[in-house]
């Protein structure tokens, strides 16, 4: 039907380019029509924490302001009413004491769901979430399973400054014994925080504040309360044949977009959200540099010792003879984040960085 339509607008004078853009205009409608209802990353994450709680009473949520307040950025709204102050626990100011009582409950099987109001925030609980969560099932010899999750607002906001914008997915993935994810979508959300959940080992959840408000068509599937995503699973967001993105959280968002003006060009870029930073998704990062033989990695982070560099890695170590060209990186600026708008936007990747890196990749830069 393509082909018709096609023959006909170029007979008609319709130019190749504007073409290409009808196609992936009529792409994204019917990917956007298999999930006719949308919602809110907020709402996805509130209704995944509500079902887990109604359907295991061992969960419990503490935090800063997760009660009365009903959360800084309301993903625990109505949960104090619905379960009582013995499940939804406001915690004083203080990371390291709360987090160290979340790892004790987790110790006595109970399933504690621990907000960080922002993962900066963490620095002062992280020798609980490292010596004491993440160690604990190897040196017990698998006798202590941990089965908490830590979640909150990672990475870059807007204008919070240097001490409030770090990545911590590199620092977090770093570490045996953590299992670390970073949801992109709706459906991320909930299918993702609900297996952390369910899961017996530590789970750093790393959300991202700006995509909180933003809303995602979500299929019937994931709507269902019995709903969830395997950890250790990426996810191919778009199809592509001539260079491969990987990327995570916000910065799928500029993949995708970088994709769409590629693909103005005559560049097919085939797109991969990771979900998962801790098990990596090797294999299908691999299977579509072996597709598409180039790699544009993506990440908000440092770029010294970041996810970045550890996907380039995989992919030299089990794909360097499939690569026509070399492996572009794209991260943070190697500085602590700017607190002045114009310098915080040029300290971190933008679309346009990733459209010029995968040109570079593709031989197409002028």
């Known amino acids: 039907m393509w082909g018709i339509l096609g023959r006909r607008a170029v007979d008609g004078g319709i130019s190749a ?5 009808m196609r992936s205009a009529l792409v994204s409608a019917r990917s956007y029509a298999a999930g006719s209802k949308e919602m809110t990353v907020r709402d996805a994450l509130n209704s995944a924490i509500d079902e887990e709680m109604s359907a295991d009473p061992k969960v419990f949520v503490m935090g800063e302001e997760v009660g ?44 504690p769901v621990v907000e960080f109001m922002t993962f900066n925030f ?5 020798d609980h979430i490292i010596n004491s969560a993440a160690k604990s099932n190897y040196m017990s010899a698998g006798q202590i399973n941990v089965p908490i999750v830590f979640r909150g607002p990672n990475g870059a906001a807007a204008g919070v400054g240097a001490q409030h914008s770090q990545c911590y997915a590199a620092w977090y993935a770093s570490v045996p014994g953590l299992k670390v994810l970073a949801p992109y979508s709706a459906e991320d959300a909930r299918g993702l925080l609900k297996a952390a959940i369910r899961d017996p080992d530590p789970v750093v959840f790393l959300e991202n ?4 408000g933003e809303s995602f068509p979500i299929s019937e599937e994931a709507l269902d309360s ?18 491969t993105i ?7 968002g ?35 540099v072996r597709k598409t033989s180039r790699l544009v990695t993506v990440e908000e982070g440092f770029p010294q010792h970041g996810v970045c560099a550890e996907i380039c890695a995989s992919v030299v170590e089990e794909s360097f003879s499939y690569l026509d060209a070399p492996v572009e990186r794209i991260a943070g600026a190697d500085v602590p984040m700017p607190y002045a708008a114009n310098l915080e936007r040029l300290a971190l990747p933008q679309v346009e960085d990733i459209v010029r890196a995968a040109k570079r990749a593709c031989f197409r830069s002028k």
């Open 17 to 21: 380019s504007s073409l290409r853009r």
């Open 68 to 111: 009365q307040y009903q959360g800084a950025y309301k993903i625990t709204k109505g949960l104090l009413e619905k379960y009582g102050p013995e499940r939804v626990y406001d915690t004083p100011i203080t990371e390291a004491g709360f987090t160290g009582i979340g790892v004790g409950a987790a110790y006595a099987g109970l399933k």
């Open 122 to 126: 963490s620095m002062q609980a992280i």
């Open 209 to 212: 504040e700006l995509l909180y």
């Open 226 to 243: 019995s709903f969830c995503l395997p950890i250790g699973k990426a996810k191919i967001e778009r199809e592509g044949k001539d260079v």
């Open 246 to 252: 990987t990327t995570f959280s916000k910065m799928v």
């Open 254 to 288: 500029f993949a995708l977009k970088a994709a769409e003006k590629l693909a103005e060009e005559g560049i097919s870029a085939e797109v991969i959200n990771l979900r998962s930073i801790r098990p990596l998704d090797r294999a299908t990062i691999n299977a579509s």
